[in-house]
Nanobody
Framework: QVQLVESGGGLVQAGGSLRLSCAVS?????????MGWYRQAPGKQRELVAH???????NYADSVKGRFTISRDNAKNTMYLQMNNLKPEDTAVYYC?????????WGQGTQVTVSS
């Protein structure tokens, strides 16, 4: 059974940093085709903020380019989202996601709140 467990959310002041972690169990990180971080703010649709393919290609939403970095630790079977220079508009529930042709798994979500 594949599980994604997130951690690292919290309350931070504008300009601060947080690192979100997503521990993957039940599937080797080497076998993941796509991994991504999404966020959903109150009253808004869920949006993809960072994506990494198995070829290590990365893509970011324009709103987070230059501030967020998606990465993975093969030894820990964990993916990360490093968030720097956080802004109040980054406040949302953040979800990790892994997917491929035949699978699609989500984390439970972690709250990130950025105060001004």
């Amino acid at each position: 059974q594949v599980q994604l467990v997130e951690s690292g959310g919290g309350l931070v002041q504008a300009g601060g940093s947080l690192r979100l972690s997503c521990a993957v169990s039940g599937r080797s990180i080497f076998s993941i085709d796509h991994m991504g971080w999404y966020r959903q703010a109150p009253g808004k649709q869920r949006e993809l903020v960072a994506h990494r393919s198995s070829s290590s290609t990365t893509n970011y939403a324009d709103s987070v380019k230059g501030r967020f970095t998606i990465s993975r630790d093969n030894a820990k079977n964990t993916m990360y989202l490093q968030m720097n220079n956080l802004k109040p508009e980054d406040t949302a529930v953040y979800y990790c996601n892994i997917w491929g042709m035949t699978y699609d798994y989500w984390g439970q979500g972690t709250q990130v709140t950025v105060s001004s």
